[in-house]
């Protein structure tokens, strides 16, 4: 079994900042993309920023220049520092990843989510 347990979520004030964390553990012989993606009440859930094996990343516009993804190999973690935050940011933020099991094709896999809400 694969879990992916994310941390870190929390009530901020507009400007503010958040660091968000989330951990692979299981019967884990690889793990290749990991992401974190977002859902705003009423919305689609939408990909916020991508990290490859290799350290390549990829950002939404919107968070461009105030979001830095990165990861740990070693660990199977992968971390959201988040700046400059914004209101519109409000959303639940996931964690995916797509990982390789020992004689399985590479699955993705979610976290539970956690609430990040900017408010003043």
């Known amino acids: 079994q694969v879990q992916l347990v994310e941390s870190g979520g929390g009530l901020v004030q507009p400007g503010g900042s958040l660091r968000l964390s989330c951990a692979a553990s299981g019967n884990i012989v690889r793990v290749d993309n990991m992401d974190w993606y977002r859902q705003a009440p009423g919305k689609q859930r939408e990909l916020v920023a991508a990290v490859t094996s290799g350290g390549d990343t990829n950002y939404a516009d919107s968070v461009k220049g105030r979001f830095t993804i990165s990861r740990d190999n070693a660990k199977n973690t992968v971390s959201l520092q988040m700046n400059s935050l914004k209101p519109e940011d409000t959303a639940v933020y996931y964690c995916?990843?797509?990982?390789?099991?020992?004689?399985?094709?590479?699955?993705?896999?979610w976290g539970q989510g956690t609430q990040v809400t900017v408010s003043s």
């Open positions: 995916n990843a797509v990982i390789k099991q020992l004689f399985r094709s590479p699955k993705g896999y």
